[in-house]
Every structure is written in C-alpha cells, then in structure tokens.
C-alpha cells in the first residue's frame, strides 16, 4: 500500500463570486482506480486513518482494501491543511458552501489527480452530505 499527500492550489470562485486561491489537502492510499472517501464536520482526512477506522475500512480483506483501489481523502475547504479562514484571511475569507466544498474536491480528483471515473463516493457525517451532492451533479 503507498501513500500520498499534496496541496495544489487552483483559482476558484466561491458561491459569493469571489476569487480565492485555494489549497485543497488531500491523502492517498493504494493504486489509482479511484474510491472517494469525505471526511465528517470539524475532521481532516487524518480523522479517517486512525487505526481502529482505516484498519476496518481499508485494511487487506476490508471493504475498501486499499491493496486493490486507490483512496483519496481530501480535506474539505475549511478543514485540516486545506484553505480556511484562520489561515490569515479570517472575516475576509470568502462565504462558501457544500457546493463549493463538493465542487473543490471534484476539481482535484479530475483536473489535480487526472481521474476521469470515481467507481465510489463515500463519507460520514457532513462527508455523507457531499456525497449527496457528487450524486446530483
């Protein structure tokens, strides 16, 4: 199983209409086919690599056994090491929304990563919400 981590930046308009650079951390494990995991409210993707859930989710023999798919897990707009207020902008920072966190993740996965196919989009709490949204669009 290998690893991966990045921040790419890309130009992004919020739902507001304002222009950010955007930094949007995310953790890979396994080889490229493409599994979507999307992490709960207030977490990061290193809330989901903790022994007791990555080694029941994506452990050998597990459902998504990162020995046979490739996970990304990013970190939604406003958590973990992807843009967020408190890194400088605070008040400033532009209003976003789940469509503009969805449409973030999107924008790594096809343009940052190159995949063109996601075979699942999976995620807990405020995560489950985006995956409600990667269906509908």
Known sequence: MRGAAGRPAVHFHVGDGRRLELKLHYTTIG???GQLVLHG?????AGMLTPALAGELFGAGQPLDATKYYII???AVGHGKSSKPSDGMKT???KYD???MVEAQYRLVTEGLGIKHLRLVIGNSVGG???WLWAEK
């Open 31 to 33: 080889e490229p086919t």
């Open 73 to 75: 897990i990013p970190d």
């Open 98 to 100: 789940y469509d503009d």
């Open 92 to 94: 400033s920072f532009p």
């Open 41 to 45: 409210t207030g977490q990061s993707a």
């Open 129 to 131: 919400m985006h995956t």
